[in-house]
T-cell receptor, first 115, second 111 residues
């Protein structure tokens, strides 16, 4: 089945130790999103790619970076995780950003713990 | 920037009662989507509304898009325990080029 896959499902890192989360999709969608979701809160958009075009949210800390080497894969790099970065990180895809084709398909998420 | 507000934040109902959540945007929307997130799960797309005044139904769920395309509602008739979860609206602002999620309404259903 076409889907959005995130690895790992659970990630434990130490304060300040760089960590990379990965997302892959078999939907061949143009857009890939990264969200941060903390307990009992809405998903917070960090950035998204439309094909190779990177779109950062104004309030996303510089500590968060992303790479999209090809259509299928997208990575979230946290350069120096702080305790406040502990959260669920959700990857999502959509065919386009609008025009009736912006339905988002979410992966299962990666739960990040920072010690 | 665009703001999308959702009320109520929490709703507790007895099984069989109805439930409604409301979504309001600070800007006119191109479309609005609704997602459901079960406890411990990820958001799952339910439906998209595009036209002014549009109403769509999915079994016991009724979705409406306001005439001004700035508000929407989700109504569940005769809730069941399988309806528990958090319901998010997400409004697409064409000028912003992205959708903004509301804060969600968490529904609990008492058997």
């Amino acid at each position: 089945d076409a889907m959005v896959i995130q690895n790992p499902r659970y990630q434990v890192t130490q304060f300040g130790k760089p960590v990379t989360l990965s997302c892959s999709q078999t939907l061949n969608h143009n857009v890939m999103y990264w969200y941060q979701q903390k307990s009992s809160q809405a998903p917070k958009l960090l950035f998204h790619y439309y094909d190779k075009d990177f779109n950062n949210e104004a309030d996303t800390p510089d500590n968060f970076q992303s790479r999209r080497p090809n259509t299928s894969f997208c990575f979230l790099d946290i350069r120096s995780p702080g305790l406040g970065d502990a959260a669920m990180y959700l990857c999502a895809t959509s065919r386009h950003r609008g025009g009736g084709y912006n339905e988002q398909f979410f992966g299962p998420g990666t739960r990040l713990t920072v010690l | 920037g665009q703001q999308v507000m959702q009320i109520p934040q929490y709703q507790h109902v007895q099984e069989g009662e109805d439930f409604t959540t409301y979504c309001n945007s600070s800007t006119t929307l191109s479309n609005i989507q609704w997602y459901k997130q079960r406890p411990g799960g990820h958001p799952v797309f339910l439906i998209q509304l595009v036209k002014s005044g549009e109403v769509k139904k999915q079994k016991r769920l009724t979705f409406q898009f306001g005439e001004a395309k700035k508000n929407s509602s989700l109504h569940i008739t005769a809730t069941q325990t399988t309806d528990v979860g958090t319901y998010f609206c997400a409004g697409l602002d064409t000028n912003a080029g992205k959708s903004t999620f509301g804060d969600g309404t968490t529904l609990t259903v008492k058997p």
